[in-house]
T-cell receptor
Framework: GNSVTQMEGPVTLSEEAFLTINCTYT??????LFWYVQYPGEGLQLLLK?????DKGSNKGFEATYRKETTSFHLEKGSVQVSDSAVYFC???????????FGTGTRLQVFP | DAGVTQSPTHLIKTRGQQVTLRCSPK?????VSWYQQALGQGPQFIFQ???????QRGNFPDRFSGHQFPNYSSELNVNALLLGDSALYLC??????????????FGAGSRLTVL
């Protein structure tokens, strides 16, 4: 079945450091891929998405490219801020369904 | 424009009891999905409601049931609570133009603790 694997956290960085959070997936067909962010005490917010191979999703300085050859959707940001501290979830959605399959999440901690 | 609203935000129950959680979708949305997020885990899909019917269901026992009302709001009911049901329950809404084509909007969740 479909699944998502994320790197375990926490990821601890200093402000302005480069961020990479790895995400790989297993799926039949051509899923859509997402990154969601969850700030403390809040629900999930969509950060970015990509719906087909080689698409690049981007938002708020974050980017991720849908790589079908490596079944990956790694999240990157060139310069993190303290306000980026949160839990990040990679997710996929199969064809003709709204059901999302999430990874276990990666906690990011950014220190000044 | 109000997003997805859930109630209650926190509640505590004891084993064997029953609980009802409520969700109002974002304005303009007609589909509601429920997810369970255990501590330190990613959300797990419970089920989805559209046109007042359960359209898709995840791998959850029959103790988990739901309902959607004509105004698109929804309830999640869990019977015979177990300690393992302690989790954050997230509601997500979307507009069902075409399944798989829409982005979900999540609420802040209802945190259930079972003692």
């Amino acid at each position: 079945g479909n699944s998502v694997t994320q790197m375990e956290g926490p990821v601890t960085l200093s402000e302005e450091a480069f961020l990479t959070i790895n995400c790989t997936y297993t799926a039949t067909g051509y899923p859509s891929l997402f990154w969601y962010v969850q700030y403390p005490g809040e629900g999930l917010q969509l950060l970015l998405k990509a719906t087909k191979a080689d698409d690049k999703g981007s938002n708020k300085g974050f980017e991720a490219t849908y790589r079908k050859e490596t079944t990956s959707f790694h999240l990157e940001k060139g310069s993190v801020q303290v306000s980026d501290s949160a839990v990040y979830f990679c997710a996929l959605r199969g064809y003709n369904t709204d059901k999302l399959i999430f990874g276990t999440g990666t906690r990011l901690q950014v220190f000044p | 424009d109000a997003g997805v609203t859930q109630s209650p935000t926190h509640l505590i129950k004891t084993r064997g009891q029953q609980v009802t959680l409520r969700c109002s979708p974002k304005s303009g949305h007609d589909t509601v999905s429920w997810y369970q997020q255990a501590l330190g885990q990613g959300p797990q899909f419970i089920f989805q409601y559209y046109e007042e019917e359960e359209r898709q269901r995840g791998n959850f026992p029959d103790r988990f049931s739901g309902h959607q009302f004509p105004n698109y709001s929804s309830e999640l009911n869990v019977n015979a609570l177990l300690l393992g049901d302690s989790a954050l329950y997230l509601c997500a809404s979307s507009f069902q133009g075409q399944a798989g084509a829409n982005v979900l909007t999540f609420g802040a969740g209802s945190r259930l603790t079972v003692l």
